[in-house]
């Protein structure tokens, strides 16, 4: 087949959320999810954890609605995955959004890839290196049955602590904290467009990035959901701030397109939340002169 031209395309969201627990990894799925489909009828989410999603569901102080549940309890194997993802993509059509919750759990759980590796090398009295083999063939399955889902993706990552071993003063090999690490086969959440990572205080910011998200950082809420589906459906270039050429982003209850009006009519150009709150700032001062 011949080389052509490439353009833009209609496509799906992708989206990896990595986190420790009370993180609000999953809320912050389903706000994403109700910004993509602004219809919580149009989101399907699998939940690994217990039931906790469930209290998530019609809170008033979060603004959330019903949305379709499926629970999944131990095996955590990935042909279980791989059907309700499937059955989560027909219950909820192509513009609505499937929510694993959480994909750690196909990992080193019972039943997860690991326990497949393990069953492989003892049935079969292959090394760890052959038995991995197989392991990683149905590892790479599972996750592009995810991939190709035809709707929106999100999966949510426990993360937990990661070492390395690094010389120390005295010449020896010590183990050194070298931060928080997902708890998936090692770099699965760059298969994914975008993977943003949510810290204790709630604050997600973008560590892999493929539409308009590369500095954003803040608090996860539904405009966030949005703005990332007008930018896979249509291409529709984020709005830039005229004093720092960065991107504006939606900040609390404001919207971009709010905040775009809103320093034009006031300043006369597109600012972002905090060129905005210097040249506010930088207005007092001269008149306080």
């Not at 196909?106 to 038995?131: C, F, H, M, P, R």
């Not at 990552?157 to 086969?185: C, F, W």
């Not at 905040?259 to 001062?285: F, P, Q, S």
Request: contains cysteine; glycine residues 6%.
């Amino acid at each position: 087949m011949a080389f052509q031209k490439a353009t833009r395309e209609k496509s799906k969201l992708r989206l990896a959320l990595a986190g420790p627990s009370g993180a609000g990894k999953t809320l912050s799925a389903l706000l994403i999810a109700y910004g993509i489909t602004n219809d919580w009828s149009k989101i399907a989410l699998i939940d690994t954890e217990h039931g906790r999603a469930k209290f998530y569901a019609n809170r008033s102080d979060f603004n959330t609605g019903e949305f379709l549940y499926q629970e999944m309890t131990a095996p955590y194997s990935p042909d279980k995955y791989i059907n309700m993802v499937r059955e989560g993509a027909e219950a909820v059509g192509a513009d609505g959004v499937v929510i694993v919750d959480s994909f750690s759990h196909a990992w080193d759980n019972e039943g997860g890839v690991l326990d497949i590796k393990s069953d492989i090398a003892q049935n079969s009295k292959k090394n760890d290196y052959t038995a991995w083999s197989e392991a990683g063939k149905i590892q790479n399955n599972l996750v592009n049955s995810i991939l190709s889902a035809n709707c929106h993706t999100i999966i949510t990552l426990r993360t937990k602590m990661a070492y390395a071993m690094e010389e120390n003063d005295k010449g020896k090999l010590a183990p050194v904290k070298i931060g928080l690490a997902p708890v998936q086969r090692e770099n699965t959440e760059y298969e994914f467009d975008i993977v943003l990572n949510i810290a204790r205080n709630h604050i997600a910011s973008a560590s892999k990035d493929t539409t308009f998200l590369d500095t954003w950082s803040g608090i996860i809420t539904p405009e966030l959901g949005k703005a990332l589906k007008d930018w896979l459906d249509e291409g529709v270039e984020p709005e830039i701030c005229s004093d720092c050429n960065k991107k504006i982003f939606p900040v609390g209850n404001r919207t971009i397109q709010q905040i775009v009006d809103g320093t034009l009519k006031n300043y006369g150009r597109k600012l972002c939340w905090n060129c905005m709150a210097k040249e506010i700032k930088k207005l007092k001062e001269q008149k306080s002169k």
